[in-house]
């Protein structure tokens, strides 16, 4: 990348701090939100329908936002956080978790229309619309939850990528001042990403924070974050499951239902009820909650879709297996497993950060993707297998 390239970006971004620093004596909080609200702040992306979460990701083990971090002062990191599936086994007994749900459940086999031609965010890919044809396979109601995940490390003495490169991305309305003060580099088109030393699985928010803070405020029934797509795909494999394909996941997502925008129809409020964990108010300075979470939720905690899943879109982001591409065919697909090769995988589904001013991703055609060893604290997973296990 040329310098002139990057350019932009850091101009963008001392426009974006200088901001910062002239508004701070004499406007108010809620004021000073308003200034990373413009186009300067998200400059390659022309809807304002970015959350920057796509370009989370390492080089050469560093985190970076595609290539640029600046350095934040800390006083205006300070002033920021202010205001802030086999056909034959069907027969068999499923496995049932310990509120007596399957914990897998069949999709049935079938065809279906992959993407949209009214794409939201025209620029992901989510179009055309195309026809794919599925085999059955089955899917884990819920997503990978961190008491699962821990079964799994337990089990196998398993290291994570941000446990072995020591660090990850933080949603920074999340962190502790402590946590805040000590980092000095925010990513440039994002800046409530901050990547934080410490911060892993056990760890979703850094060290002072922890999944099993105590019996009331433990997280072992929520999502396991912070966990790569390598991470995920080792879980899946012990597990003796594996990803799912992007056309799975979607297919999976719209429980049935044609051409709708959510697993449970077009309505994002039905009834004025919520079914899914997302962000209401003001991204991202001011997270009301009105859902119930303003980070994630116990898995399940949500209306489960025609095919019984949980949480399929918001919550946690889910991985799947296929390369990333924005370039699709319009030809009719049997189980269509993505591109041969790429440099970042498909996630899908969008989660508890998701507005629509700025993430309108918590739809079923929607779609983003990092890097394969990226992990952040928005970002987990769920497996699919052909046969009932
Ligand atoms: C994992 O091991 C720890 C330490 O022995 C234990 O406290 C925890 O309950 C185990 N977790 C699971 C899910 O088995
Ligand atoms: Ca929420
Ligand atoms: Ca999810």
């Known amino acids: 990348m040329g310098i002139s390239a990057r350019m932009p970006c850091w101009a963008f971004v001392i426009l974006y701090l200088n901001s910062i620093d002239l508004a701070s004596s004499d406007t108010s909080a809620d004021e000073l939100v308003t200034v990373p609200k413009t186009e300067t702040l998200v400059p390659s992306d022309s809807e304002g329908s970015s959350c920057g979460c796509h370009s989370l990701k390492r080089e050469g083990g560093v985190l970076s936002l595609e290539g640029e971090t600046v350095p934040l002062s800390e006083e205006a990191a300070v002033k920021y956080s202010k205001r802030a599936n086999d056909e034959r086994e069907n027969d068999q007994e499923p496995k049932q978790d310990v509120n007596g749900i399957d914990e897998m459940v069949l999709i049935p086999a079938g065809e279906f229309l992959m993407g949209t031609n009214n794409p939201g965010i025209p620029q992901d890919g989510e179009g055309p619309q195309r026809r794919v044809h599925l085999k059955q396979f089955f899917m884990d109601v819920h997503e990978v939850s961190n008491q699962d995940f821990q079964t799994f490390v337990n089990a196998t003495g398993y290291v994570t990528e941000a446990e072995k490169f020591g660090d990850s991305f933080v949603f920074e309305g999340l962190l502790s001042e402590p946590v805040k003060s000590q980092i000095t580099q925010a990513v440039a088109a994002a800046p409530w ?132 591409t924005v370039h699709h065919t319009t030809d009719e697909l049997h189980n269509p497993k993505g591109p041969a090769t790429g440099q970042d995988r498909v996630k899908k589904g969008g989660s508890y950060m998701c507005h629509k001013s700025y993430c309108y991703r918590y739809r079923c055609a929607a779609r983003s993707q990092n890097t394969p060893d990226s992990s952040s604290s928005n970002l987990g997973f769920r497996c699919v297998s052909q046969k009932r296990l």
């Open 193 to 324: 990403w901050l990547p934080v030393r410490g911060a892993n699985w056990r760890h979703p928010e850094g060290p002072d924070s922890s999944i099993e803070d105590s019996p009331l405020l433990s997280r072992m029934d929520h999502p396991v974050l912070h966990v790569s797509w390598s991470d995920a795909t080792a879980y899946c494999t012990w597990a003796g499951k594996r990803l799912p394909t992007e056309a799975e996941w979607e297919y999976a997502c719209r429980g049935g239902l044609k051409d709708r925008l959510y697993p449970w129809g077009n309505k994002l409020y039905p009834k004025g009820q919520h079914y899914a964990n997302l962000w209401q108010g003001e991204f991202p300075s001011h997270n009301t909650g009105e859902d119930g979470y303003i980070r994630t939720s116990p898995v399940m905690s949500f209306p489960a879709n025609g095919y019984g899943l949980y949480d399929m879109v918001g919550n946690a982001w889910e991985w799947t297996s296929d390369w990333w």
